[in-house]
Structures are given as C-alpha cells and as structure tokens.
Nanobody, 120 residues
Framework: QARLMESGGGSVPAGGSLRLSCVASYRRDCMGWFRQAPGKEREGVATIFVGAGISQYGDSVKGRFTISHDKATNTLYLQMSSLKPEDTAIYYC????????????????WGRGTQVTVSS
C-alpha cells in the first residue's frame, strides 16, 4: 500500500495562492485531493489519472485549482489560486489502483492531511 505525506498548507489571505504537495512512496494509477472542514463532510477537490494526465475537478474549485503529478518524484501537486475563505479545510492526498478516478470511488490510501486557512 502506498504511503502518502502532504505538505504546503498554511494561512493565506483571500485571493492568494498556495501549492500543496503530496509525496507518494510509489506510483498509483489514480491520485486525488480531498478536503474536509470541521463538522463538514469530506469533499472531492481534484483527481488525476497519472498515466494519461487526465484530471477532474469539483465544481467549487473548477477554474481556480490545478492538479498535477511529477512521475520522477512520485509527487502530487495542487496549485490553488484565487483562494476563498470557504476553501478553508484540511486537505488530504489520496491514491488508489483503479480507473476511472472518481470522487465517490474507493480510495485505499490517505495522507494525514495539511491545514489550509484562507482569511477574509
């Protein structure tokens, strides 16, 4: 099973940018980012089929966030721009050995999360 470690979280003013990283111990076909605010359900942010670079985004982040993957370093990235206070959450990296990459599908491996806080 893959081991994942997120980094890059922090505090940023509304409208700012932040890049999250997730280092994986080895490659998985499907990787993604999820987020969860206190007392709220987990929300799918973005997924990527690593082999083809095909990605999908949740409606709330579409056009503002970009997911990418570096095969050489087994690192997943989430570039976040035009951040809003409602983006505040713990962001989790996830991976699975399956296609297609669907938010609602089973994700076998999870990182421990990194906090993103966006102030007004």
């Amino acid at each position: 099973q893959a081991r994942l470690m997120e980094s890059g979280g922090g505090s940023v003013p509304a409208g700012g940018s932040l890049r999250l990283s997730c280092v994986a111990s080895y490659r998985r076909d499907c990787m993604g980012w999820f987020r969860q605010a206190p007392g709220k359900e987990r929300e799918g942010v973005a997924t990527i089929f690593v082999g083809a670079g095909i990605s999908q985004y949740g409606d709330s982040v579409k056009g503002r966030f970009t997911i990418s993957h570096d095969k050489a370093t087994n690192t997943l990235y989430l570039q976040m721009s035009s951040l809003k206070p409602e983006d505040t959450a713990i962001y989790y990296c996830a991976a699975d050995r399956r296609l297609p990459c669907e938010f609602a599908g089973t994700w076998a491996t999870w990182g421990r999360g990194t906090q993103v806080t966006v102030s007004s």
